[in-house]
Structures are given as structure tokens and as C-alpha cells.
């Protein structure tokens, strides 16, 4: 079956993760594309700063593989990360079906709704996320189905779409690796990028929890376009430029400060 490029290097990301150096011939070999292909993937990879390339293949950036570890991001920025969860949870209201993303962000709003005398119906598509909600007996946990990898608490690809079909989301709760006025929410795991594509054209509000330190950094791929963006919530007053661009947007944004 033929591989859409984000697919490929989604799985190329794969693959460095596990080995940390491959050369194109084995990557040709293990994906079944060829290798000027994979040449020019692994280029474009570079330019995003997933990895460096070497003389035939690649090795995976050390500060890459650092980042996209959970348990790192889930301990980086998290004074800033409970901040931002805490006032998106004044968004929340009874009996909402909501849908929560599987960032490390998400995971603090998933802490604070366990604990809140709330109703509620929750679509996830983070592990650990549904594991913290299942204790509560009014939240009902939906999980979104697909592939999850050794490295990751996510679900990734989109085998798991058809659920969407059957649920009505109020509002999409989704963190980002980074944000920018050209290109909107970004990411750097490409599968889970395909899967949150899907959710953000089917979720009446998208509500972005980014802490400031990612405004204005660029990631592999665009989920989100400033035009699918109702409110984003972050740690502290960003730039007033950039207020006013995304004001002109009609996006709101609220500062957890």
C-alpha cells in the first residue's frame, strides 16, 4: 500500500527513535520506497530539525529524541502546564462531550476533571489520559482507536476515525510542539499530526493549551490553521502583535497569568 510522505517519515521518525542511526538503504529496505525518495525526506527532516543527516542515512538529533519523550515533556514547563490547565477548566461545562489530545498538557485538564464534580464525556486519544479519567464514575472515556508505539502514550493514525461518526465534540482540547502566525498549531509526531487533522475539522471549538515558550517555535507539521482556532489559553501576556493578529483572526487569547 502506497505511503503519503507523512506516513514515511512518520515511520522514518520511528525508526530513529529505536536505533538512533540508519543509512538510506536500510530505510529503502524497510519502508519499500526508494531511495532518492527517502533522500528527500530525510532533507526535509533535517530543515525541520528532526535530525542531521550523514553521509548515507541519518542520525536522530539528541535534543529531538530528548523532546519527544512523554516523560520528558511531561515534567518540562510543568508549573506553566497547571497554570494553563486550571483555566481551561473554566471552559468545561456539564454534560459537554470534550475531546482531549494526548499532550502532557491535556494529561494536567484530565488530573483537574477527575477531581471536579462534573458530568461528562471525554475522547481522548492519550493513554495515560484515560487511565486518570476512568476512576471518576461520571466521566464516561472514549478512546480513539489506532496504533501505539513503544515510545509513545498516544494513539496514532487514523484507524479509529469512525468513532467520530458517532460523537458530537463541543470542544477540542489540543496542546502543539509549536505555534506560529504563518503556519498556526504544529507537531512534530506526523501520524499523530494525521489523526488530529480529523478531530480539528470535526470539533465545533478548538481550544489550543500552548505555553508561551512555543509561541513563535515552528514543528514538523501544521494540524491546525489559524482559521480552526477559536481560543488559546498559555502561561502568561504574549506579544501584543501577536494578540493583535490573532485578534484579527478572531482568536481569543486568555492568559492564564
Sequence with gaps: MKM??????????DLLQERKRITVKELASEIGVSEATL???????????????????AILNEEQDNETSFNVRQKKNKKE????????????????????????????LAQLIKDSPIRLTVVT????????????????????????????????GTLGMAILDEVNIDIMFTSA???????????????EVELKKEIVKRSSKVIALVDSSKIGKSSSAVFAKLDQIDKIITD?????????QLSLNNIEVVSAD
Design 39 to 57: 533522500r528527500t525526506d530525510l532533507n526535509k527532516m533535517e530543515m525541520d530539525g528532526l535530525l542531521t543527516r550523514t553521509h548515507g542515512g
Design 81 to 108: 502546564k497547571m497554570k494553563i490547565a486550571e483555566k481551561a477548566l473554566e471552559f468545561i461545562e456539564e454534560k459537554q462531550c470534550i475531546l482531549l489530545d494526548a499532550s502532557s498538557t491535556a494529561l494536567e
Design 4 to 13: 503519503f510522505a507523512s506516513e514515511r517519515r512518520g515511520r522514518i521518525m
Design 125 to 156: 486519544t492519550g493513554l495515560q489520559t484515560a487511565i486518570e479519567l476512568k476512576e471518576n464514575p461520571d466521566i464516561t472515556v472514549i478512546m480513539i482507536g489506532g496504533v501505539v508505539t513503544n515510545r509513545s502514550t498516544s494513539i496514532e
Design 236 to 244: 502568561e501576556p504574549i506579544n501584543e502583535d501577536i494578540t493583535n
Design 177 to 191: 510542539n509549536g505555534f506560529s502566525l504563518d503556519n498556526g498549531l504544529e507537531d512534530f509526531n506526523l501520524y
